[in-house]
């Protein structure tokens, strides 16, 4: 027993040293030449990743973005790190990832709260024909689309975003930096959170009465 917890604490250290300067990067220093280069260094993870588990608790995860309501994000990027202004090239890069919900056998989990499908990004069009999309997605074979309702009983805090990649790599993005989860332990408490709340998530069939809902929402609101 001894030898396997020193293993482990080895196998954690090699991980920190091998990516101690990914571990925690400010966005305006990852930002500084606008967000396209982010958005295509994100290309080469997915195009490794064969099991994707997503958890976005107010924004629609951004593979599953339509071009409008990217570019809104995108622009808000913009003004609020104050950097080059590229947010239609950066917009266009993150439409790419959608090719991998079609290529391979990769397997794609994503859950949602339901927030995200009322978080007003480019008003109620936009909106409209995001949650359109979501309603698209989901009858692809290899994506399982989950929402956590606002009622639902909780079995562990919300959170911050994070973004799984197999068993290897978690992004967890705040305000200020994207932090970057490497070491085995620390992916195990990721893998745990996300089996939590999605104890907490409807599918199928409670999924689009949700997003229908939302859609009735945005039907009532005035449009510019």
Sequence with gaps: MRGDR???HIDDLIATVRHIDELWQEWRRLLQTGAEKRQHQGL???AKTKVFRIWHPTVIWGTLQIAEYAAETFR???DYYEIPDDAEAATAKRLE???YLYQGNRIFNVLLSEQ???SNFGGPEVMKGQLDRLLAVMRLPRLSLG?????APLSIWPGNSFSMFD??????ETYS????VTQPREIELYTKAFELLKQSAVHGSAVRGLIFAATHHFDQLPTD
Excluded: G, N, T
């Design 147 to 151: 929402l956590v309702p606002r009622s």
């Design 76 to 78: 808000q990027v913009v």
């Design 44 to 46: 080469q993870v997915y």
């Design 97 to 99: 990832r959608q090719q």
């Design 6 to 8: 020193e293993q482990e």
């Design 177 to 180: 930096a994207e932090f970057s």
């Design 167 to 172: 068993d290897k790599l978690v992004l967890v």
């Design 116 to 118: 995200a499908l009322y």
